[in-house]
Nanobody, 123 residues
Framework: QVQLVESGGGLVQAGGSLRLSCAAS????????LGWFRQALGKEREFVAT????????YYADSVKGRFTISRDNAKNTVYLQMNSLKPEDTAVYYC????????????????WGQGTQVTVSS
């Protein structure tokens, strides 16, 4: 239905910022609910943020609330994750995901996934 490709990861010092991008292709981008997840080494993949098809509703995990911002540009078929005040515990592979359903806060609620991009935060 849709293919997703993340970019923008890298190495950053604690307190710094990164912006992740996820480009979509293959279907009508604006019809999808979008989310970001992350998976640290040796840990389960966890929810980070989600945004509705019209951008009218966003929801964040408590661990990133106030520091991360999810947004989307339907004209460019792209969803973003702005990450500020980064902490070493934010180190993980970050994945974007999409679903044609309703807002979901768990990975089981999403049907399509990108390949992931590595974010490393040093102290």
């Amino acid at each position: 239905q849709v293919q997703l490709v993340e970019s923008g990861g890298g190495l950053v010092q604690a307190g710094g910022s990164l912006r992740l991008s996820c480009a979509a292709s293959g279907r009508t981008f604006s019809s999808y609910v979008l989310g970001w997840f992350r998976q640290a080494l040796g840990k389960e993949r966890e929810f980070v943020a989600t945004i509705t098809w019209n951008g009218g509703f966003t929801y964040y995990a408590d661990s990133v609330k106030g520091r991360f911002t999810i947004s989307r540009d339907n004209a460019k078929n792209t969803v973003y994750l702005q990450m500020n005040s980064l902490k070493p515990e934010d180190t993980a592979v970050y994945y974007c995901a999409a679903t044609e359903g309703t807002v979901a806060l768990t990975k089981d609620g999403y049907h399509y996934w990108g390949q992931g991009t590595q974010v490393t935060v040093s102290s």
